[in-house]
């Protein structure tokens, strides 16, 4: 049976603001999951008062479990920034996912909801499915990719007397990867693509390349997310870029 994983702390390095992706991204515990149950649990905080006041809170919570075919996951994060009693951050993401496997393949269906601050995005709520392929095995290493559809309805805070309402359909190409570069070295990519179908133009594009170092007894993990938004609704970058790197512990 394959182990559980649970991030016991983590160390985070910024290179731009963290709470900026629109894109949710399950991959981690699909790859985790054993064959009825897997539970994720991840908390952290730091606080600073005197010449600089600054307070950070961070958690999240995933759980799936299979019966037969079918597999269930629910996840939930939230993240709060302050700093000189500037409020940064404020910011949850929930997602309910069903996976219904013929082999290899999969059928799924799910349910989003969040808001993020910095993107001036008040809620974004989806609603959608889809069908992943398995395109290339090789015991450990994968290779698959996911076709879908879903319905969007986002509120964003154009500035303090207005609002901007966007109701989209919108096209969902996927790749997720898992390849064993050596023994000790381990790269797990998620790709993810959405395309306005009244807009072909308005595309957003997250990646998230994870790679695992096991040469101690405990794997260290680079994390990386970049989100690109081609046409924004109000006026922010188009892209950002976070990475993150810690330990992990199997139990």
């Known amino acids: 049976m394959k182990k559980q994983i649970l991030s016991i702390f983590t160390i985070f390095f910024l290179i731009s603001n963290s709470p900026t992706q629109t894109i949710i991204n399950t991959e981690s515990l699909l790859r985790e999951i054993d064959s009825t149950f897997a539970f994720k649990l991840n908390i952290d ?39 000189e009693k500037d409020v940064l951050a404020d910011d949850w993401v929930g997602q309910i996912r069903f996976n219904k496997f013929y082999k290899k393949n999969s059928a799924f ?15 974004r709520y989806l609603m959608g499915g889809g069908y992943r392929f398995r395109v290339k095995e090789k015991i450990t290493n994968y290779f698959d990719f996911s076709l879908g559809f879903f ?20 096209y969902s190409l996927s790749s997720f990867s898992n390849f064993l570069i050596t023994e000790k070295i381990l790269l797990n990519t998620s790709i993810y693509c959405q395309i306005n179908t009244k807009d072909l ?36 970058l188009k892209s950002d870029t976070e990475l993150t790197f810690g330990v992990e512990i199997d139990l």
């Open 45 to 83: 905080g730091n606080v600073n008062f005197g010449n600089i006041e600054f307070a950070q809170l961070n958690n999240s919570l995933s759980i799936g479990k299979k019966i037969n075919n079918s597999l269930f996951r629910a996840s939930f994060g939230y993240e709060y920034i302050s700093e």
């Open 109 to 123: 269906l799910f349910l989003q909801g969040q808001n993020v601050k910095s993107l001036k995005l008040l809620h």
């Open 151 to 170: 319905y969007e309805d986002e509120l964003y805070e154009e500035n303090n007397f207005s609002q901007i309402k966007k109701y989209n359909y919108r």
């Open 201 to 236: 133009g308005d595309v957003r594009l997250f990646m998230e390349p994870r790679l695992y170092l096991n040469f101690t007894s405990f794997p260290i993990y680079l994390n990386l997310k970049h989100r690109y938004h081609s046409k924004p609704y109000v006026e922010i």
